[in-house]
C-alpha cells in the first residue's frame, strides 16, 4: 500500500474515534458524533488547502491547467472502522435503554412495596386504634354495671373475683391491705 497525504490524518482520526468511542462507553454518544463532524470537517479544509497548493505550483511552473476537484482516496479500513463504531454506539445505546427500562420497572416495584407497606402500616395502626376503642367501651361498659366510677382521678379501685364490690386505694399499699383484710376474712 502507498503511503498518501491523509494516512497520517486517517490514523488521528481513527485514533480520535476510538477515544470518543470510550468515552460513549461513559454516556458522551453527543461528542462522539460531534468528533465525527469535526473530523469530516477538517479532512474537507485539507483537501480544498492541498488543492490550492497544487493550483499555485501549477501556475508557477507554467502550466495553465484547470484543477478538477479530485476525490480523496478514502482509506476502504477507514469507513469499515468508522461503521463499526457507528454499530457498538449504536448497540451501546440499546443495551443503556435497556439498563434504564430495568431500573425503571425495578424503581416502580420498589414504590409499590412502599406504599404496600405504607398502607399495610396505617391499617395496623387503624386496627390497634379500633381495639383499644372496644377496650375502653367494655371497661366504661363495666363500670356503668358495677357502679364504679372514676369520679376521682387521684384514687384507683381493685376488683377481684373474691370480692363482690371494688376496693378504693389511694396507694399500691393501702390496697394490698385491703385485699389480704378481705381475703383472710
Known amino acids: 500500500m502507498i503511503a498518501g497525504p491523509f494516512d497520517s490524518l ?3 482520526i481513527v485514533r480520535q474515534m ?10 458522551g454518544e453527543c461528542s462522539l458524533l460531534l468528533g465525527i463532524i469535526r ?8 483537501v480544498s488547502k492541498s488543492q ?30 468508522t461503521q463499526k463504531a457507528l454499530e457498538e454506539t449504536q448497540d451501546a445505546i440499546q443495551k443503556t435503554q ?19 407497606k405504607d398502607e399495610l ?8 386504634d379500633k381495639e383499644n376503642a372496644s377496650r375502653e367501651e367494655l371497661v366504661e361498659l363495666y363500670h356503668s354495671i358495677s357502679g364504679v366510677h372514676w369520679d376521682q382521678p387521684d384514687l384507683g379501685y381493685v376488683l377481684s373475683e373474691e370480692i363482690a364490690k371494688p376496693i378504693r386505694f389511694s396507694s399500691c399499699v393501702d ?11
Open 10 to 12: 486517517a490514523d488521528a
Open 18 to 27: 476510538s477515544l470518543q468511542l470510550e468515552d460513549m462507553r461513559h454516556n
Open 39 to 46: 473530523a469530516h470537517a477538517s479532512l474537507a479544509d485539507r
Open 52 to 81: 490550492e497548493t497544487l493550483s499555485v505550483a501549477r501556475k508557477r511552473a507554467g502550466a495553465i491547467l484547470t484543477v478538477s476537484r479530485p476525490k480523496p482516496q478514502a482509506d476502504p479500513g477507514l469507513l469499515q472502522r
Open 98 to 116: 435497556q439498563n434504564i427500562a430495568l431500573l425503571e420497572s425495578q424503581l416502580k416495584d420498589i414504590t409499590t412495596k412502599s406504599a404496600n
Open 121 to 128: 402500616r396505617r391499617a395496623a395502626l387503624a386496627l390497634a
Open 175 to 185: 390496697a394490698t391491705n385491703q385485699l389480704w383484710e378481705m381475703i383472710n376474712m
